[in-house]
């Protein structure tokens, strides 16, 4: 079945700490982004990147960093400096250079205490 | 930049009933596009419906359909014979064609539907 994987689905660290949330899609989709979703509330873009080792910022990239080494994968690391990281995370793919729809994993609920 | 806003944050309506859920936009841009995007409680975000800004005519799909009135900025979905599945929160999303198919969310609208 082709679709976007997330992994893992909750995930805890402490205040301090980088995390690297993952995400796998088999769509061959050029286009990938990682949003945030705060409790009632809608979702904001992180990163995006149109392809392999090229990405850019999205509204609210401070504290965060990735990485575009393959097509597949576009990993997101949340780093010590990002003030409330504690949120829902949720990645997406799309087929680039296009207005087709993106297509979302199922997300990764990151708690930090 | 654009902004989507959803002026309802929550909304409940009786099964078979029909509900319309409102969403307005701020752009200067003329090609853009247009979504609904459902969120069940599993939190996956599902397209419902997809509209391009040079079409004048109405997207539908099956019970959804939406109100595009471009000169206003206003992009309605109506949800007709609603039933107890359609219960999510529901976002409206701009996307400008000229900005790497980025999406820009509304703040969503909580529809409850009730039996």
């Known amino acids: 079945d082709g679709g976007i994987t997330q992994s893992p689905k909750y995930l805890f660290r402490k205040e301090g700490q980088n995390v690297t949330l993952s995400c796998e899609q088999n769509l061959n989709h050029d286009a990938m982004y990682w949003y945030r979703q705060d409790p009632g509330q809608g979702l904001r873009l992180i990163y995006y990147?149109?392809?392999?080792?090229?990405?850019q910022k999205g509204d609210i990239a401070e504290g965060y960093s990735v990485s575009r080494e393959k097509k597949e994968s576009f990993p997101l690391t949340v780093t010590s400096a990002q003030k409330n990281p504690t949120a829902f995370y949720l990645c997406?793919?799309?087929?680039?250079?296009?207005?087709?729809?993106?297509?979302f994993g199922p997300g990764t609920r990151l708690t930090v205490t | 930049a654009q902004t989507v806003t959803q002026s309802q944050p929550e909304m409940s309506v009786q099964e078979a009933e029909t509900v319309t859920l409102s969403c307005t936009y701020d752009t200067s841009e003329s090609n853009y596009y247009l979504f609904w995007y459902k969120q069940p409680p599993s939190r996956q975000m599902i397209l419902v419906i997809r509209?391009?800004?040079?079409?004048?005519q109405n997207a539908t799909e099956n019970r959804f359909s939406v109100n595009f009135q471009k000169a206003a900025k206003s992009f309605s979905l109506k949800i007709s014979d609603s039933q107890l599945g359609d219960t999510a929160m529901y976002f409206c999303?701009?996307?400008?064609?000229?900005?790497?198919?980025?999406?820009?969310f509304g703040g969503g609208t909580r529809l409850m539907v009730k039996p």
């Open positions: 997406a793919s799309s087929v680039s250079g296009t207005t087709y729809e993106q297509y």
């Open positions: 999303a701009f996307m400008n064609n000229n900005a790497g198919n980025m999406l820009t």
């Open positions: 990147s149109q392809i392999v080792n090229d990405f």
């Open positions: 509209q391009e800004a040079y079409k004048q």
